[in-house]
């Protein structure tokens, strides 16, 4: 019988595409369109290791442009994976063997760095001392992304967001200054 999951010890790199992204800042709602990727290694699920496989994130990096504003440069906003992901959360579960059928649950956490937050600050209309660098902020949550696929690895599938992605200070994690509600990301292999 052919297994339809992929083999343990493969890693697999793949594109993310998340047009028309909705993100608030403050009281203000910017739109990006996040590109970049996310490589991700088969480890063996010891939960059920016959019908899913862990998927632990060895890297993962988007980025988006907010346009310049008339007298403010334009801004990059990237979010780029915290650091090695020690505990593999994320999950692909083989539900139905004909027709091929997989649930895959991404969890995620990462920082987002906004390189010239002064700008988009006072364009969102916060007021408060701007930092001259780069704003680094972290998921309060961990983000879930959830995607059912016929085939995997995925080939231009639309992953959604299971409750929305808060962005903090790492020093101040009660306040929310980034919020997306959704966040579509289309990801296929390369």
Do not use: W
């Not at 980025?63 to 403010?72: D, F, I, M, R, V």
């Amino acid at each position: 019988m052919l297994n339809l999951l992929p083999k343990i010890g493969v890693e697999i790199p793949c594109s993310c595409l998340a047009l028309n992204t909705p993100m608030t800042i403050g009281t203000s709602l910017f739109t990006l369109d996040f590109k970049g990727g996310i490589k991700i290694r088969v480890e063996v699920n010891p939960n059920e290791p016959l019908n899913s496989v862990r998927l632990r994130v060895v890297g993962h990096k988007i980025s988006a442009e907010l346009p310049a504003n008339g007298t403010e440069d334009a801004t990059t906003v990237t979010i780029e994976q915290n650091d090695l992901d020690i505990d593999a959360k994320s999950v692909l579960r083989l539900i139905s063997k004909f027709p091929p059928k997989f649930e895959q649950l991404m969890v995620l956490s990462f920082t987002m760095t906004i390189d010239n937050p002064g700008a988009v600050l006072r364009n969102a209309g916060i007021q408060a001392t701007v930092p001259s660098e780069p704003l680094v902020l972290s998921t309060k949550n961990p983000v879930q992304l959830t995607s059912k696929l016929t085939k995997f690895p995925p080939k231009g599938d639309i992953y959604k967001l299971t409750t929305p992605m808060e962005l903090v200070l790492p020093d101040n994690p009660d306040t929310t200054i980034v919020r997306i509600d959704q966040f579509p990301v289309k990801v296929g292999t390369l």
